[in-house]
């Protein structure tokens, strides 16, 4: 499903007007993202949780030389869905 798609299903289901839809949508990934940048976690029940991890440091390999290098610690989004969504797709 691409964005157009889910702001038609969200408008339907929500009976509002596509642009609304739109609007609601762009405000909660816009939410999500203030959110993660202050290094807050995010859970919505029935969805799931949207967090920031650290990723340490680690050797790695450059793929078209082979030779070893350092990639750097990093922090990465990260979500977990849902149990109940989880269960509801098996």
Known sequence: MKKNELISAIAEKSNVKKIEAERMLDAFV????EELNKGEKLTVPALGTFQIKERKEKEGRNPRTGEKMVIAAAKVPSFKIAK??????K
Not at 84 to 89: D, H, Q
């Open 84 to 89: 109940n969504l989880k269960e509801s797709i």
């Open 30 to 33: 816009s939410i999500v993202g």
